[in-house]
C-alpha cells in the first residue's frame, strides 16, 4: 500500500535525524575549506555552501533590466573575511 500523499516519509525522517547530528562538524569543516583550501575551486564550492545555508540559494531573476550585469555570488563570497565565515559556520 502506498503511503498518503503529504504524509512524511519514514525512511526519510531517520536519514535526517542521523545526517542532522554532524551538522556542527560538517560546517566547521565547510568553513575550514572556504578558508584554507588550497584549490580555489575548492573554496569558492565551500563558500557557497556555507552562503546557502546561512541566506538561502539566490534567487535567478528572469528578464530584469539587460542594461545592469548580474549580480554575482564570487563578487559576494570574495568580500567575505575568515572571521565572517567562522561566524556563518558557528551559528548554522
Known amino acids: 500500500m502506498a ?7 519514514k525512511s526519510t525522517a531517520e536519514i535526517k535525524a542521523l545526517a542532522q547530528k ?6 566547521a569543516e565547510l568553513a575550514r575549506l572556504a578558508t584554507g583550501a588550497e584549490s580555489e575551486a575548492t573554496r569558492v564550492a565551500a563558500i557557497k555552501e ?17 542594461d545592469l550585469p548580474p549580480v ?4 559576494v563570497m570574495r ?5 565572517t565565515l ?3 559556520a558557528a551559528n548554522s
Do not use: C, F, V, W
Open 86 to 88: 567562522r561566524e556563518i
Open 72 to 75: 554575482s555570488h564570487e563578487i
Open 50 to 66: 556555507l552562503l546557502d545555508r546561512a541566506y538561502g540559494k539566490a534567487s535567478q531573476p528572469i528578464g530584469g533590466d539587460p
Open 22 to 27: 554532524h551538522t556542527g562538524k560538517a560546517m
Open 79 to 83: 568580500n567575505l573575511s575568515e572571521a
Open 3 to 9: 503511503r498518503p500523499k503529504g504524509s512524511p516519509n
